[in-house]
């Protein structure tokens, strides 16, 4: 799965992830833990400048590195000119049908759960799908079942967290949030008897998410040629450009400067894990889900 073939590697890059979750104020009595003396880490190391950081750029200093200064194409595109192989065909969405299963009853099962998000149900749905294959060496260049795991389980997280949102009132994720938003400006209790009361409204949210399913596929369909057009690029342009998105995001997401140099910081540090063979994503994972094992551990103590 995710810890390819070193046992230890991957727990010690869990270990990481733990600790790294530590950095903050304790949920029992607000002590801070590891800030050394900086008061913007009170409430945690961000979480989108911790995987941006260790995932996007970390890449991105990889691929610049076996960069030979050319200015060539990120990938090169052979177009071979057939109309079949323009789309996803029925005969690859049929081979991937038990991937796509698989998938969709994960993705589901953790989108239930208040906070695990879609970002950890896609990896957790690959690691699975890898695990179970025949041909493992081949996920990670291209085996379209790797891509049918990951965004059937990322897909379905978006429905599931309307899980506990409708019956108990929890939102599972920020767009379930806004919801709960919503709801609150139109006077508008989420919970068990929100079917009672407004079972129209509740069925009509349903189909909006069923419609949008379709939706999803038509763009999709319909940007294949633009994303080819993307990744066809010159790779000073790609590395400019993802960098930018980057930094503006975490910018935006983080809180401004402070967000960015953490971000800079893990970059640096996932680059150096990668080259040893450490697995960034059991980091990421560790790290988002440290605060919920904390906080139930208390509990149950």
């Known amino acids: 799965g995710l810890i390819d073939n070193s046992l230890v590697k991957g727990l010690i890059a869990a270990a990481l992830g733990l600790l790294l979750a530590c950095v903050g104020s304790d949920p029992e009595n607000y002590t801070p833990r590891l800030i050394f003396g900086l008061w913007d880490l009170y409430d945690g190391l961000p979480l989108p400048s911790v995987a941006i950081g260790m995932l996007a750029i970390a890449e991105i200093l990889r691929r610049m590195a076996q960069c030979d200064g050319t200015a060539r194409a990120t990938i090169k595109v052979d177009r071979t000119g057939k109309p079949e192989d323009r789309r996803v065909s029925f005969a690859e969405y049929w081979s991937c049908r038990f991937v796509l299963l698989r998938g969709a009853i994960t993705g589901t099962l953790l989108g239930a759960l208040p906070g695990i998000g879609s970002t950890a149900a896609a990896f957790i749905s690959y690691a699975l799908t890898k695990s179970a294959a025949r041909d493992p060496h081949t996920f990670g260049k291209g085996n379209i079942k790797g891509i049918a795991a990951a965004e059937s389980a990322n897909s379905s997280v978006v429905g599931a967290n309307l899980i506990p949102l409708l019956t108990l009132g929890i939102p599972g994720s920020v767009s379930a949030a806004l919801i709960v ?9 989420p919970g068990p008897l929100l079917f009672e009361n407004q079972g129209r409204l509740v069925y009509g949210l349903f189909g909006a998410m069923l419609m949008a399913n379709f939706v999803n596929l038509w763009v999709g369909q319909i940007g294949l040629r633009i994303w080819v057009r993307v990744v ?36 640096a540090a996932g680059h150096v894990l990668a080259a040893f063979g450490y697995s960034l994503v059991i980091i990421i994972i560790a790290f988002f889900l440290g605060p919920r094992l904390e906080i139930s551990l208390a509990q149950s103590v």
Do not use: R, T, Y
Not at 252 to 259: K, P
């Open 181 to 189: 938003s919503a709801f609150m400006i139109h006077g508008l209790q």
């Open 232 to 267: 066809s690029a010159p790779e000073p342009v790609i590395f400019a450009s993802a960098l930018l998105m980057c930094i503006v995001g975490v910018g935006m997401a983080s809180g401004g400067v402070f967000g960015v140099f953490v971000m800079l910081c893990f970059a």
